[in-house]
């Protein structure tokens, strides 16, 4: 979810002050931190979304005859926004790996969290497949998506944060 993004962000500060940094670089480096960090996620129905007000009564009725599956994002302000329209769910899975690899194209190296709100069938097939499109991946972390978060998105949401160094 947008917390396991700020979840790699808090684990660099760890980091951070473990090498004896001071307040002032900590948090210099923590603003390039959320700079270098980016969320993607998909939901498999936008019925929650429209039901939280997140999208309207028309937009549901149309992705949903489509079959639309947006891969969504975070603005600066933490309202979600569309990443990219992807017509099935296996496309929105892989719609969120190619927008995430080419954001890790700009580091060295990338910490990679994954969020699921079904962790044990999703995970495997996940971390698969973003190995394969991101192959600078230094470290994987897990986590099931918490119930703020899937309140608005509804069951089956899955998605990762990848953070950049």
């Known amino acids: 979810n947008i917390g396991i993004a700020s979840g790699l962000v808090v684990i660099e500060a760890q980091r951070l002050i473990e090498l004896g940094l001071s307040l002032e670089e900590i948090g210099a480096k923590l603003d390039q931190a959320s ?33 639309i ?9 933490g309202k979600y926004t ?44 996940m971390e698969a497949m973003i190995k394969e499109a991101i192959p600078n991946v230094t470290d994987f972390r897990y986590v099931e998506a918490g119930s703020d978060l899937v309140v608005h998105t509804g069951p089956g949401l899955v998605g990762y944060a990848v953070f950049g160094y």
């Open 82 to 125: 569309i990443a990219k329209k992807t017509r099935g769910w296996q496309k929105s899975l892989a719609g969120q790996i190619a927008l995430g690899a080419a954001f890790a194209q700009k580091f060295d190296r990338v910490h990679v969290g994954i969020c699921c709100s079904a962790p044990n069938i999703i995970y495997s097939e």
């Open 69 to 77: 599956k947006p891969v969504l994002t975070c603005d600066e302000n």
């Open 35 to 67: 700079l270098n960090t980016r969320v993607y996620f998909s939901v498999p129905s936008l019925e929650y979304l429209r039901k939280g007000g997140r999208i309207s009564e028309a937009i549901y009725r149309i992705g949903s005859m489509l079959n």
